[in-house]
Nanobody, 129 residues
Framework: QVQPVESGGGLVQAGGSLRLSCTAS??????????MGWFRQAPGKEREFVAGISRSGRAIAYSDSVKGRFTISRVGAENTVTVDMNSLKLEDTAVYYC????????????????????WGRGTQVTVSA
């Protein structure tokens, strides 16, 4: 069982930066058995993949819309995964969700929300002009 909790959302101007953090409460398997990811959902839109990191941290995936601007990382000792968001755009405005899924091996993170088992409640990111 994993319970992700997000923090760090807020209001930022276009072109600015923001860091989101996700701390996972884990029972049973250790944190390093779980792939971690970030998704977002804007009003009226489906939830979409933002970034994911494998259980070891060696495999990372980004959506095309954030590649080159966002950086995901994990700190195993702290059960934490972060995403540094730079050069933010108006279209980055959304509720950002942290997700976790048990990974039996160190595979590339999946981009489909259905592949992820555990979800946080989300944190709002608003980018203003």
């Amino acid at each position: 069982q994993v319970q992700p909790v997000e923090s760090g959302g807020g209001l930022v101007q276009a072109g600015g930066s923001l860091r989101l953090s996700c701390t996972a409460s884990v029972s049973g398997y250790s944190f390093d058995r779980y792939a971690m990811g970030w998704f977002r959902q804007a009003p009226g839109k489906e939830r979409e993949f933002v970034a994911g990191i494998s259980r070891s941290g060696r495999a990372i995936a980004y959506s095309d819309s954030v590649k080159g601007r966002f950086t995901i990382s994990r700190v195993g000792a702290e059960n934490t995964v972060t995403v540094d968001m730079n050069s933010l755009k108006l279209e980055d405005t959304a509720v950002y969700y942290c997700a976790a899924t048990f990974a039996s091996w160190d595979k590339r993170p999946a981009s489909s929300p259905t592949e992820w088992s555990y979800w946080g409640r989300g944190t709002q990111v608003t980018v203003s002009a």
